[in-house]
Each structure stands twice: as structure tokens, then as C-alpha cells.
């Protein structure tokens, strides 16, 4: 069955360094998304990307977030200045582009800010 | 604003013991609701879309039904294996954001 995939799977990295996380979609699916989960709260939206560009994002996604589907399969969230508070579960996810399918969840990136 | 509470946070089953999970949602426009379980260290892994009222679905062990306000989640002589957070989530309109509550911590003692 597709999947999505992630990596890396945990990424230790110092506060102020920028951090990509990658993720290759399902291959068929149209809209794009990632979340991110701090540790013992809920999964909350970041960004949604559909037709190369970006079509909603969260108070969360400021100017340090950026989004790119540099080619065909993979999509990208690179962390420009890494804060403290960063650290968390990022989660990709891909929706085929029928109203209302369900949108599938890679295992995520552990992103641990030192 | 757009939420989505899940109760009770933690449940402890023992083996065989059938309960249920709820989901109650305060959404403008519901498109529709999403169940998914997570295991530690790991993304959610879909389980079920409910699109209206009345409707049901079943997988298994588990039976998913929704109310204009609220889902719940059945689970029926659960095995161990079916420990893990269940969570629900909700579409907000246009790119299809998805909205989750918090979360059902199940554990199930053999």
C-alpha cells in the first residue's frame, strides 16, 4: 500500500541552525501538508500546499517556516533559525484532492533543538 | 472557533471488556470526521471517514458512528493490540486543514 515517507526519522540540530525536514508524498495525491506535534499536546496544522504554492498556513508558520515541492515527489519544511521551542514531532501528510478523502500521515521527524 | 474535545484522555480495559471513545465537535459546515490511531513514535494511521449524521462504519474490532455533535468510537473485546491513542480529527473548509482533539490514551491488559 502507498505511503508516505519521512526522513530523517530524528534530527538533532542547535538552536539557530536551519533544519530540512523531507517527505515524499503519495504519488497521486494533490495537496500537501504538514503538522507538527509538541510533546503531550495535540497535532496541530501547520501549512497546506496545493498547486506549488501554499493555500493556508497557521499563526505557527511564520517567516522562519518555508514550504517547497522542488520536484515531481519530494516536499519539504525547512526551519530557517531554529528555536527552543521548535522541538516537536513534524508530521507530513498528502490528500488525494477528492473533497473530503482522508489524508495520510507519514511517521514523522523528531526534531530535538539543543 | 472550530473545536474538537475527545474523552475520557486515558482508559484502561482489560482484555475482552468493550467500551467507547467520544469525540464532540463544535464545526461550522461539518465536512465530515476522521478517526485515526497513533502508536508511540509514529504518524496516524487512518481508520475511518464519517460524512453525516446516522452514518456508521466497522473495521474489526472497532465501530465508528456520528451524531450532528458528536462520534463515538466502540470498541468490542478489545485485544491487547489494540492499545494506542485513537484520535479524531475534522476538515475546516477549503484546503481541508484538519482540526484533532486530544486524544484517547487506550490500554488493554491481557
Known amino acids: 500500500e502507498p505511503e508516505v515517507t519521512q526522513t530523517p526519522s530524528h534530527q538533532v540540530t542547535q538552536m539557530g541552525q536551519e533544519v530540512i525536514l523531507r517527505c515524499v508524498p503519495i504519488?497521486?495525491?494533490?495537496?500537501f501538508y504538514w503538522y507538527r506535534q509538541i510533546l503531550g499536546q495535540k497535532v496541530e496544522f501547520l501549512v497546506s500546499f496545493y498547486n506549488n504554492e501554499i493555500s493556508e498556513k497557521s499563526e505557527i508558520f511564520d517567516d522562519q517556516f518555508s514550504v517547497e515541492r522542488p520536484d515531481g515527489s519530494n516536499f519539504t519544511l525547512k526551519i530557517r533559525s531554529t528555536k527552543l521551542e521548535d522541538s516537536a514531532m513534524y508530521f507530513c501528510?498528502?490528500?488525494?484532492?477528492?473533497?473530503?478523502?482522508?489524508?495520510?500521515f507519514g511517521d514523522g521527524t523528531r526534531l530535538s533543538i539543543l | 472557533e472550530d473545536q474538537v474535545t475527545q474523552s475520557p484522555e486515558a482508559l484502561r480495559l482489560q482484555e475482552g471488556e468493550s467500551s467507547s471513545l467520544n469525540c464532540s465537535y463544535t464545526v461550522s459546515g461539518l465536512r465530515g470526521l476522521f478517526w485515526y490511531r497513533q502508536d508511540p513514535g509514529k504518524g496516524p494511521e487512518f481508520l475511518f471517514t464519517?460524512?453525516?449524521a446516522g452514518e456508521e462504519k466497522e473495521k474489526e474490532r472497532l465501530k465508528a458512528t456520528l451524531t450532528k455533535k458528536e462520534s463515538f468510537l466502540h470498541i468490542t473485546a478489545p485485544k491487547p493490540e489494540d492499545s494506542a491513542t485513537y484520535l479524531c480529527a475534522v476538515p475546516i473548509q477549503g484546503a481541508q486543514k484538519l482540526v484533532f482533539g486530544q486524544g484517547t490514551r487506550l490500554t488493554i491488559n491481557p
Open positions: 464519517l460524512y453525516s
Open positions: 501528510a498528502s490528500r488525494q484532492g477528492y473533497q473530503n478523502q482522508p489524508q495520510h
Open positions: 504519488s497521486n495525491h494533490l495537496y
